[in-house]
């Protein structure tokens, strides 16, 4: 029996991914297959997942000729993973495997089928990540769409060249943890004014995700949004002179930079 995907490694990404193409019915249960070689974490998986495979290896026999396959292993032995999942004659691959480009990826497997590199962020966890992705040197529209229809299932996709990747890996990919760092920041100078830590954190932490709902839903642009809450000589106008004069638009700028200049030396 061959499956229409096959996501290789049932670990945190893996399994988010599993959940989500289950929860977009993306192929019907029995298509999917998650391959896990721990024991305990596949009794666990099958648990999660009822009605899709959860397998301790690929072999050849639940490969047919439309089986894609998924690799989300960590990137210490992603290549070594690929070559033994190609070898059982999967169609294409697409990679969530960070600072593996599709040339160390396609020179791994060593036949030329499609591969596609991406960059998740966290937040695909939970159904709502923000995903880039780039082709290899044989993929065609087809493979993207396939790639997209995929990653789409736990959030938003953008293509970018893979030039470009390096630049999503400073952006999109650590933006959770630099949202983190303002959220904690926020929540101590509530404290620091005298509020309690618990009162700080519901109205930081409820602030922020309404926030981001209100910048979702609406069609203004981020500028628009803070000029509305920014009276002329108000207390938002002083509180956000303060940041500009501490330079915090520059400080994200210049993190950005140096962390999609950290990915580029990595993949080096
Ligand atoms: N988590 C994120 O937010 C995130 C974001 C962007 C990109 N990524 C990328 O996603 C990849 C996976 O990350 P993760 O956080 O999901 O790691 P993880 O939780 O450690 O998952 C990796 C899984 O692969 C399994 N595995 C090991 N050897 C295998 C093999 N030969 N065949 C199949 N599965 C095998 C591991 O099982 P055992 O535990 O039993 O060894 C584990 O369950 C990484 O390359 C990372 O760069 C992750």
Not at 18 to 25: F, P
Not at 98 to 103: E, K, R
Not at 167 to 196: C, F, K, W
Not at 209 to 214: C, D, E, K, T, W
């Amino acid at each position: 029996m061959s499956y229409d995907l096959v996501i290789v490694g049932g670990g945190r990404m893996g399994a988010a991914l599993a959940e989500g193409l289950v929860r977009a019915a993306w192929a019907p249960r029995e298509r999917l297959a998650v391959i896990q070689p721990s024991f305990a974490k596949r009794e666990a998986l099958a648990a999660r997942l009822a009605g899709v495979a959860v397998l301790e290896a690929l072999s050849a026999d639940d490969v047919g000729e439309a089986t894609g396959a998924i690799l989300c292993v960590k990137p210490d032995y992603a290549e070594s993973v690929a070559r033994t999942v190609a070898a059982t004659g999967v169609s294409r691959m697409l990679s969530v495997v960070a600072g593996l480009t599709t040339a160390r990826l396609e020179a791994a497997i060593g036949r030329p089928i499609p591969v596609v590199r991406s960059m998740p962020n966290t937040p695909v966890l939970v159904g709502q990540g923000a995903t880039a992705i780039a082709g290899g040197s044989h993929v065609t529209a087809e493979d993207l769409a396939w790639a997209e229809s995929i990653l789409g299932a736990v959030g938003s996709v953008v293509r970018v060249t893979e030039r470009n990747i390096d630049a999503v890996t400073g952006l999109s990919g650590p933006m959770p943890a630099y949202l983190y760092l303002v959220v904690e920041a926020l929540i101590e100078a509530g404290v620091h004014q005298g509020l309690p830590r618990d009162v700080a954190r519901t109205l930081v932490v409820d602030s922020f995700a309404g926030s981001a709902a209100l910048l979702a839903a609406s069609s203004s642009s981020p500028e628009d949004l803070r000029a509305q809450v920014t009276s002329p000589g108000g207390t938002t106008a002083a509180g956000l002179y303060t940041l500009e004069r501490h330079a915090v638009r520059s400080a994200f700028m210049e993190a950005v930079a140096v962390a999609a200049e950290r990915s580029r030396q990595l993949g080096r």
